[in-house]
Structures are given as structure tokens and as C-alpha cells.
């Protein structure tokens, strides 16, 4: 077919493949972290899950003791905190 005859029916076919495209609704960003809010729980006495997420902002709470093995994945919703099993206090605070 010359490319004369195939012209006109080209914004046809553009046309009909975007319906063909997917159209996903992209998923909501998660609150992230706020990493000054974590760094204050630090020499704080242990704070509970629900604390911890109002005060850094975060949706995920990772409570761990000093040298306790855990996952490297960066998570901006997560803040892990660190505890020393003695004195109950915060060692560290982290986001992700």
C-alpha cells in the first residue's frame, strides 16, 4: 500500500492505541519520615509505636535492640529506633 493511502488513517491508529495504554492510578506516597523529629528521640526514654509515629511523622516503627540484624531496604515511612534493653532510652533514631 503506498504511503499516500496509509496517511490518512495514521491518527486513526495513534489514536486507537492510547486505549490500549494503561491508565493505573498511581499509589499514594506514604508520610515520610522526618529525620530532625528522629534524631530528638535520642537519650529519650523509649517511646511507644504509636508516639513515635506522631512524633517523626512516619507510618512504619522499627524498635531494635543495639547490634540487632535487620533489613538495609530505605523505607521513607520508617523509623527505626534503637534502645538500649537496660536503660530504656533511645540510642539512635533513623528514617528509613
Do not use: W, Y
Not at 535520642?42 to 540487632?68: F, H, M, N, W, Y
Request: charged residues 20%; hydrophobic residues 40%.
Amino acid at each position: 500500500m503506498p504511503t499516500s493511502q496509509i496517511r490518512p488513517f495514521l491518527p486513526l491508529a495513534m489514536l486507537a492505541l492510547t486505549a490500549c495504554a494503561s491508565h493505573a492510578a498511581q499509589p499514594a506516597q506514604p508520610s515520610a519520615c522526618v529525620a530532625e523529629a528522629a534524631q530528638r528521640l535520642v537519650g529519650q526514654p523509649k517511646p511507644s509505636d504509636d508516639e513515635a509515629r506522631r512524633l517523626t511523622g512516619s507510618q512504619i516503627v522499627r524498635q531494635i535492640r543495639p547490634g540487632q540484624a535487620v533489613t538495609f531496604d530505605f523505607r521513607q515511612d520508617r523509623v527505626t529506633i534503637t534502645t538500649n534493653p537496660v536503660t530504656r532510652r533511645v540510642v539512635s533514631a533513623s528514617c528509613g
